[in-house]
Every structure is written in structure tokens, then in C-alpha cells.
């Protein structure tokens, strides 16, 4: 027999019988029925030594002998009437048995049912055990082992206690079966049908479950009840074994999922690495953070909620990208100055000196702050209005808000609303976006790192709205006291208190700020500064800031005043002073590099190095065109970055009657054209233009820059006075500039931005200013040295500008050149009155 497994061969047990194999057994089970002689006592039988199997009387199987002295043993016993001896040897490997130490102590003799011959030599036999042999010699001499023995004979027993241990090992079968053994069900009826109790214990060695040891031990045992017990105690534990197997494949199966059992080690994991003293880096995380989360003063709710987060992250696999999704959500809660705020100290002295020692006069809305502070002095709970400063750029509005900050000693941030389309920008993103962040608001108090800053609200007029929602609605809601105490973030998902922050807006332009927020601030207009103005900025601040800045001190950087008026007057066209700053800082870069080479050079700064260092001059002082022009008349403009000059210029085509505007111009803009242009037609024949010129001619109306939108009603005198004069013939006066709405009638409306304005007139070097004669209030505001420099006249009629702009009166046609007839056209009602242009 070869080397092979108990299983194979037990295989070979179950399923290997040929059809003349399982005849054979048949033949054998039947012939076993009529009594057999079996021989008694003492014998000596020819041996096949078994290696993995061991066979019990009863049992019919077939074996397989490949062994020489195993096949002569099988020739031999059935050459002899067909007994044979079969015992286990102790290993299964040896090759040879040469003693009877080799074998078991206990066999079986059984009776040769078959033999078959197979082609390599080998047999295959079927045997049936008949009795136990008890092993005494072996004989190695012969072709074949011979083996003596002894044949255990098994007296009947009988009593109640085999009795009840049949039943119950019976019973034990049937349970056994059921409970999934691997044999087949029909065991546990044949178990049932034998009535002899050694049988029966014999029986149970069919089952895989048992190992050659225990077989051995089985047959070795010839008390049939301890071969009971034995059996018992064998099936019992088996039971045992597949119940708790069946417990585990349905634990498994119906308690949890495949995640769960996940989760389940996992928890088992860390815990066993916490036993271990090695924690995952994820849970060394989670821990740092929670003590980030203790540490960091918040309120209850929000740390409750924060380690809640904490919870969640240690419970999902690191791989997650929620795991960083968490992380950041948490660090956000965790740098929210939640519970950090600056003391205010306000003492107005010490304002006004900190706003003086900043800005450069700007008296009243130096004046208006320390109010607003002394108010908040005051009465710190009284709700005040949220100031806005309103002006170009560079007019100093960033830098009033720092001072603001400066003085109370709190915080400055500073967000810019430029281009700002969506809510989410004001109030976050939901977390489940991905890249989500809190919204500016949050993330500027997150910046100044107290829960009061002075925090700008910077380009409120740039506000957009489309689609993604309204963020002046969001804006209006965290500038309102009733509800910013409890703003809500979408990203933060917790209320934080910006009660106590001290909001100030900037804008260039008022009339794009949506009116629900322009009714919640106080407006401080900063219009610009003329050029004296600027000057004493550039002398007394920006030089020494920039100075500073670049390292040097005041007497390796020298700036003489007239250098200062050149750099402004041609390296700068502005209201503010933002472009002036940036050149003064370029002259000081210059000088360092100077000093820093040790170059020797002298540091003064005169208007010849102003131009080695800046370039070429940028901008011609004075722009006024240098002769009267025809059809080109000079107005005042207010933009959004101050006050402005621009040329109306009129063309006539011979022809056919057309309007042609050109240059960006604005529909309010255009709307002025045309009435001046009818208002003139119905006055032709005062200003001699014949009404065949009108049919026979195309005007085209062109403001330059056209690059810029320009609009706005104020430039109405202005094309009435272009267009005069192109008709005519008559030039303008090059030294007037002029600003007015005008009527269908021929008035002349208020207009707005007269400072900004006036300071633009000068600075283009104009000496005739005609303004409405309803602005005459105005004039107060316009700075003294300005007003000396300008002639400013008021003017109520387009006849009156007529007369001030025109070089020479036009001459009327003469009577009978057709009776002009007045437009009976309804009067178009000074809407825009007041209105900035
Ligand atoms: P804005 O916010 O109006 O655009 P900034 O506050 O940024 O202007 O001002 C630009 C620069 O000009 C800053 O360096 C500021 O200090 C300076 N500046 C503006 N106005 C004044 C002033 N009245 N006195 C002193 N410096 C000024």
C-alpha cells in the first residue's frame, strides 16, 4: 500500500468500490449472516500490516497491497481459506516491519472476500473483520510475515447500564448526524438498528472525524462498556465542536455585515495597540486634537460639538477623505477667537491725536470719527450706525479705518467685496461641498484672532448679484445688530457672536450700493484733495513713511517741495493720493540703491533726476486745449476715481440729418444729447443756424477716453455748447469748463460732486468754471485756494452758458428767415435733480 492520507483512503472506503468490489462486500455481508466458522483460540495467520487505517470486525473494506511481502501474505491466507491477520503499524511510514514492536498491540482477523490482480503487480482486496486479534509474535522468515495471536472473543453483555449507554449513544449519533457530521444520514437509523452494544461502539470508527489514534485505541478497548463510554465521550466532544462551529457560521452570518466585522476588529485593534502602548496616527491625532479642542476655551456647545466630530473621525478608516474633511472642519473651530477680545480703551484726546498723527486734514471726517467714538464711549450698548467712507481710491479711507482701530486699540481686518457674486463668499459653503471653507466674515475674524476687530468692509459698492444668491442680503443680515449676534456660518454650522465687531465700509461711488445697505451706514464723503493738499500729504506723511521704509534717513533722502509739486503735477493724475505714493516710494527705492552702493551722489532729488529715475512726464499739466476750438467744449465729470475734465467734441456731415454718439456713452448721457440738440433747433434762428442746416446735416458726437464709461446728465451744457458752436462756427473759450443738466426749456439743473469737480477743473488748468445756479449752496465746500484761483459763475439758462463759452454772440437770422416755433413738447421734470453726474 502506498503512502497516502487518512482521507484519501477513507475516500477510497466510501467511494472506490467498482461494481465487482461492492458484489464482493455483498457476498462477504451475506456470508458473515450464515455463520461462518471462525477459528478459536490461539493461530498463526499471514499478516498485512496497515498504515493509516485501522479495520474492526464487521467491517467490510476493500484495501489496496502494493507491499511484496503483503501481497505473498494475501496469496498465502487465500491459498489457506482466507484468513488473514490485519494490524496497524505504530508508523505509518516504515517501510518494513521486521519486529512486533512495530505493530500495534491489537488487530483484527478477517476473511479474504476478493482478490483482484492489478497490471503493476499490486492487489486490491476485499476484506471482512471477523474478530479482535491480540498480537503475540511475528515470524519474519517466510515470503510472507506470518503473525501468531491470540482471538479475543466478546462475552454478550446485557444490564441496564449498557442499555441506557446504547440509547444514548444512539441518540448521540442521531444529534451527531444532525448537527452536520460528515457522514451520511442513514447512519444514525443503522445505529439505531444494531442491537449488539460492541457493535455498535465499533460502528462509530466510520466517522472521518476520528483519527487512527483514536480508531486504535478504540479496538484496543475490548470491555464493550468502556468502548461505550469511550464512544460517548469521543461523539459527545464532536457534537460540542460542530455546535460551536454552527454558532460561529451563524454569528457571522446574521449579526454582521461585512463592515461591522470590520468595525469590530478594528475596535478590537486599537485596543489591543492601546493595551500596547502603540497608537495609530490617527488616534494620536484625534487625541491631539481633542486636548486642542479643551484647551482652546470655546463654549460648551461648540466643544461638545466639536468632540462629537472627533467621535466620528476615529471611528472611519484614515484612508477616508472624510478623515480630512473633519480635520479641518474642526481646526476652524478650534482658531475661531471664540472667547478672545481686545479691551477697548477710548480716550478721545488720544483719538484725535492718533487720527492727526495718520491723516492730513481731512477736519470734518476727523471730527465725525471722534463723535462716533465718543458716542461708543458713552454708551457702548447703543447700537451706532455703521460708518462708510465714500471717495477715489488712495483718499486715505483704508487708512482712517486703521486709525479707527488704532485708537480704540482693537484689531483691524480689512475684506475686500470687489466682484463678490455669491452669498457663499459672505456666509460659507455647506461642509458637504468639497473644498468647502467658512465664508469672509468668519474667515476675517479668524485673521484678526479677537471676536471685536474694526473690520472693513472694503468696496461695498462692487457688490454683485446674480444666480448664486444675493450677497448684499447676507451682508445685511451680519451688519444688523438684532441679528449678527447670532450669525450662522453654513460651513461652521454653529452661531458666532460678531456683535461685538466694529464694522466700517469703503466705496468709490454711492449710487451702485444696494439701497437696503446704504440705508443702514452713515456715508463720510472723502472727494480728494487739490494739489496743495497733496503736497502737504506728500511732505509731511508719505515722505517719511516711505523714508522709513526704505531705511534712510532724512538727510540721505531729500525731497524739496518743488520736486514734490513736479512728481504730482506730471507723474500723477488722481484724487487721491495712491499713484503719488507708489512714485515717491520708486525715488526712495532709487536713493537706497544710491546709499547701499555708496555712490557718493548728493540726496537731494531734483525735477532732472525725478526724470532719469520716474521716465519721461506722464501727464501734461493743464490740459486745456491751447486755442479756441470749434465744436469742442470742455465738461466736468465725476468719476469713480474723483473728479474729472472731458472734451465734448461735435462733428457736422454734409448730408442727410443724423445723430451719430460715440465713446461709451451712457444712456442718460445719450438722452442729454438729444435734448440739447432739440432744445437748439427750436432755437435756430436766435443763434442764426437756418433749419435747412439741420436737414442737410449729420452731427456726430464724440466724447474722447473711450475706453472709460462715461455717463450721467451733467454733461448737458457741455454738448449744447459743442454742438452751438459747430454749427455756428464759433469757437469756444479754451479757458471754460462747465457742468449743468439742462431742460428741453433750456434751463440748467443742479448737478453733484461740486468739490470733486472744482478740484479737477483746476488741476486741468481751467479759469472759467460755469456751474448751476442751484449749486451757488455748494460752493462752501470747494477749498478756498481753489476758489481764489477760479472765476466761478452760476449760470441758470443754456443762454447764459451760451454768452460765458462762446467767443462771439451768435448773430440771429434775419426776420423773415421763417418764424421759429416753440417745441410744444412737455417739460421733462428735473428728475435727476441732485443726482451725482
Ligand atoms: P483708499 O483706502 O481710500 O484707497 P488708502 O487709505 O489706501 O486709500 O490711502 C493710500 C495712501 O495714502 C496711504 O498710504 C495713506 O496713508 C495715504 N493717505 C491718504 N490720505 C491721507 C491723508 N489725508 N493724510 C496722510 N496720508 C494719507
Same mark, same amino acid.
Given at each position: 500500500m502506498s503512502e497516502r492520507t487518512e482521507r484519501e483512503i477513507q475516500a477510497d472506503l466510501d467511494e472506490e468500490l467498482n461494481e465487482e468490489e461492492q458484489l464482493a462486500i455483498d457476498e462477504a455481508v451475506a456470508a458473515s449472516d450464515d455463520e461462518t466458522v471462525v477459528p478459536r483460540g490461539r493461530g498463526s495467520f499471514p499478516l498485512v500490516p496497515l498504515r493509516e487505517i485501522v479495520i474492526f470486525p464487521e467491517m467490510v473494506a476493500p484495501l489496496k497491497v502494493g507491499r511484496d511481502k503483503s501481497v505473498a501474505a494475501i496469496r498465502a491466507a487465500a491459498a489457506a481459506g482466507g484468513w488473514i491477520a490485519l494490524v496497524t503499524q505504530r508508523e505509518p511510514e516504515q517501510e518494513e516491519i521486521t519486529s512486533v514492536d512495530q505493530l500495534h498491540a491489537m488487530g483484527t482477523l478477517?476473511? !479474504?472476500?476478493?482478490?483482484? *490482480?492489478?497490471?503493476?503487480?499490486?492487489?486490491?482486496?476485499?476484506?471482512?473483520?471477523?474478530? @479482535?486479534?491480540?498480537?503475540?509474535?511475528?515470524?519474519?522468515?517466510?515470503?510472507?510475515?506470518?503473525?501468531?495471536?491470540? !482471538?479475543?472473543?466478546?462475552?454478550?453483555?446485557?444490564?441496564?447500564?449498557?442499555?441506557?449507554?446504547?440509547?444514548?449513544v444512539q441518540a448521540q449519533v442521531e444529534t451527531y448526524v444532525t448537527s452536520g457530521a460528515p457522514v451520511p444520514p442513514e447512519a444514525a437509523v443503522a445505529?439505531? *438498528?444494531?442491537?449488539?452494544?460492541?457493535?455498535?461502539?465499533?460502528?462509530?470508527?466510520?466517522?472521518?472525524?476520528?483519527?487512527?489514534? +483514536?480508531? +486504535?485505541?478504540?479496538?484496543?478497548?475490548?470491555?464493550?462498556?468502556?468502548?461505550?463510554?469511550?464512544?460517548?465521550?469521543?461523539? =459527545?466532544? +464532536?457534537?460540542?465542536?460542530?455546535?460551536?462551529?454552527?454558532?460561529?457560521?451563524?454569528?457571522?452570518?446574521?449579526?454582521?455585515?461585512?463592515?461591522?466585522?470590520?468595525?469590530?476588529?478594528?475596535?478590537?485593534?486599537?485596543?489591543?495597540? @492601546?493595551?500596547?502602548?502603540?497608537?495609530?496616527?490617527?488616534?494620536?491625532?484625534?487625541?491631539?486634537?481633542?486636548?486642542?479642542?479643551?484647551?482652546?476655551? &470655546? /463654549?460648551?456647545?461648540?466643544?461638545?460639538?466639536?468632540?462629537?466630530?472627533?467621535?466620528? &473621525?476615529?471611528?472611519?478608516? %484614515?484612508?477616508? /477623505?472624510e478623515v480630512g474633511v473633519i480635520r479641518t472642519y474642526v481646526d476652524w473651530l478650534i482658531s475661531m477667537p471664540w472667547n478672545v477680545a481686545t479691551e477697548d480703551r477710548i480716550e478721545i484726546k488720544e483719538a484725535a491725536k492718533v487720527l492727526a498723527d495718520d491723516h492730513y486734514g481731512l477736519e470734518k471726517v476727523k471730527e465725525r470719527i471722534i463723535e462716533y467714538l465718543a458716542v461708543r464711549k458713552l454708551a457702548p450698548q447703543v447700537k451706532s450706525p455703521i460708518l462708510c467712507f465714500a471717495g477715489p481710491p488712495g483718499v486715505g479711507k483704508t487708512s482712517l479705518g486703521k486709525s479707527i482701530a488704532r485708537a480704540m486699540g482693537r484689531k483691524f481686518v480689512r475684506m475686500s467685496l470687489g466682484g463678490l457674486h455669491d452669498e457663499a463668499e459672505i456666509r460659507g459653503h455647506r461642509r458637504t461641498y468639497i473644498g468647502a471653507l467658512p465664508g469672509r466674515i468668519v474667515q476675517g475674524i479668524k485673521q484678526a484672532g479677537t471676536k471685536n476687530p474694526v473690520f472693513m468692509l472694503d468696496e461695498i459698492d462692487k457688490l454683485g448679484a446674480d444666480f448664486r444668491g444675493d450677497p448684499s442680503s447676507a451682508l445685511l443680515e451680519v451688519l444688523d445688530p438684532e441679528q449678527n449676534a447670532t450669525f450662522q456660518d453654513n460651513y461652521l454650522e454653529v452661531e458666532f457672536d460678531l456683535s461685538q465687531v466694529l464694522f466700517v465700509a469703503t466705496a468709490n461711488q454711492l449710487d451702485t450700493i444696494p439701497a437696503p445697505l446704504r440705508d443702514r451706514m452713515e456715508i463720510i464723503q472723502i472727494p480728494g484733495y487739490t494739489?496743495?493738499?497733496?503736497?502737504?500729504?506728500?511732505?509731511?506723511?508719505?515722505? /517719511?513713511?516711505?523714508?522709513?521704509?526704505?531705511?534712510?534717513?532724512?538727510?540721505?533722502? !531729500?525731497? /524739496?517741495?518743488?520736486?514734490?509739486?513736479?512728481?504730482?503735477?506730471?507723474?500723477?493724475?488722481?484724487?487721491?493720493?495712491? *499713484?503719488?505714493?507708489?512714485e515717491i516710494a520708486t525715488v526712495m527705492r532709487k536713493l537706497a540703491r544710491a546709499v547701499a552702493e555708496k555712490k557718493g551722489r548728493k540726496p537731494e532729488v531734483d525735477i532732472k533726476r525725478l526724470a532719469t529715475w520716474l521716465g519721461p512726464e506722464r501727464h501734461e499739466y493743464g490740459e486745456m486745449d491751447n486755442d479756441d476750438q470749434i465744436g469742442s467744449a470742455t465738461g466736468l465729470v465725476v468719476t469713480p476715481v474723483g473728479g474729472d475734465v472731458v472734451t465734448v467734441e461735435v462733428g457736422v456731415m454734409e448730408g442727410r440729418e443724423e445723430l451719430i454718439l460715440t465713446? +461709451?456713452?451712457?444712456?442718460?448721457?445719450?438722452? =442729454?444729447?438729444?435734448?440739447?440738440?432739440?432744445?437748439?433747433?427750436?432755437?435756430?434762428?436766435?443763434?442764426g443756424i437756418a433749419p435747412e442746416r439741420f436737414e442737410k446735416s449729420g452731427l456726430h458726437i464724440h466724447v474722447p477716453a473711450g475706453a472709460i464709461p462715461k455717463d450721467g446728465p451733467s454733461a448737458g451744457v457741455t454738448m449744447a455748447t459743442a454742438i452751438v458752436s459747430a454749427l455756428t462756427g464759433i469757437?469756444?473759450?479754451?479757458?471754460?469748463?462747465?457742468?449743468?443738466?439742462?431742460?428741453?426749456?433750456?434751463?440748467?439743473?443742479?448737478?453733484?460732486?461740486?468739490? %470733486?469737480?472744482?478740484?479737477?477743473?483746476?488741476?486741468?488748468?481751467?479759469?472759467?468754471?460755469?456751474?448751476?445756479?442751484?449749486n451757488e449752496k455748494d460752493l462752501p465746500e470747494i477749498p478756498e485756494e481753489i476758489r481764489k484761483s477760479l472765476k466761478i459763475i452760476p449760470v441758470e439758462t443754456i443762454g447764459q452758458v451760451l454768452e460765458h463759452a462762446l467767443r462771439r454772440k451768435p448773430k440771429p437770422l434775419p426776420a423773415n428767415h421763417g418764424t421759429p416755433r416753440p417745441p410744444r413738447i412737455p417739460v421733462r421734470s428735473p428728475s435727476a435733480s441732485g443726482r451725482p453726474s
Open positions: 478477517a476473511k !479474504i472476500a476478493q482478490v483482484v *490482480n492489478l497490471p503493476d503487480g499490486t492487489l486490491r482486496a476485499v476484506v471482512q473483520g471477523q474478530r @479482535r486479534l491480540k498480537v503475540k509474535s511475528l515470524d519474519t522468515t517466510g515470503a510472507a510475515l506470518m503473525l501468531k495471536g491470540s !482471538i479475543v472473543e466478546t462475552p454478550e453483555v446485557t444490564g441496564v447500564e449498557v442499555e441506557a449507554l446504547m440509547r444514548s445505529a439505531k *438498528n444494531i442491537s449488539d452494544p460492541g457493535l455498535l461502539a465499533d460502528m462509530t470508527a466510520y466517522t472521518p472525524d476520528m483519527t487512527t489514534e +483514536q480508531r +486504535q485505541e478504540l479496538l484496543e478497548t475490548i470491555d464493550v462498556v468502556a468502548r461505550l463510554k469511550y464512544v460517548a465521550s469521543f461523539l =459527545s466532544r +464532536q457534537i460540542e465542536i460542530l455546535e460551536i462551529k454552527g454558532k460561529i457560521q451563524s454569528d457571522v452570518r446574521s449579526e454582521m455585515d461585512k463592515s461591522q466585522r470590520e468595525y469590530f476588529l478594528r475596535e478590537q485593534l486599537k485596543a489591543i495597540q @492601546r493595551e500596547l502602548g502603540e497608537e495609530d496616527p490617527q488616534q494620536a491625532e484625534t487625541n491631539e486634537l481633542r486636548e486642542k479642542v479643551e484647551a482652546s476655551g &470655546m /463654549p460648551e456647545e461648540i466643544k461638545s460639538r466639536a468632540l462629537k466630530e472627533l467621535d466620528r &473621525m476615529s471611528r472611519i478608516p %484614515s484612508a477616508s /477623505p494739489e496743495a493738499e497733496k503736497v502737504q500729504i506728500a511732505k509731511r506723511y508719505i515722505l /517719511p513713511k516711505q523714508r522709513e521704509n526704505h531705511g534712510l534717513t532724512e538727510a540721505q533722502a !531729500i525731497v /524739496p517741495d518743488d520736486t514734490l509739486v513736479h512728481l504730482i503735477r506730471h507723474y500723477t493724475r488722481e484724487a487721491g493720493v495712491r *499713484n503719488a505714493e507708489r465713446g +461709451q456713452l451712457g444712456d442718460v448721457m445719450k438722452e =442729454s444729447a438729444r435734448a440739447a440738440l432739440t432744445w437748439i433747433k427750436a432755437h435756430g434762428a436766435e443763434l469757437p469756444v473759450r479754451k479757458e471754460v469748463a462747465m457742468t449743468g443738466e439742462i431742460t428741453l426749456r433750456g434751463r440748467v439743473l443742479p448737478i453733484g460732486g461740486l468739490k %470733486s469737480k472744482s478740484l479737477a477743473a483746476h488741476a486741468s488748468g481751467a479759469r472759467v468754471v460755469l456751474i448751476p445756479k442751484k
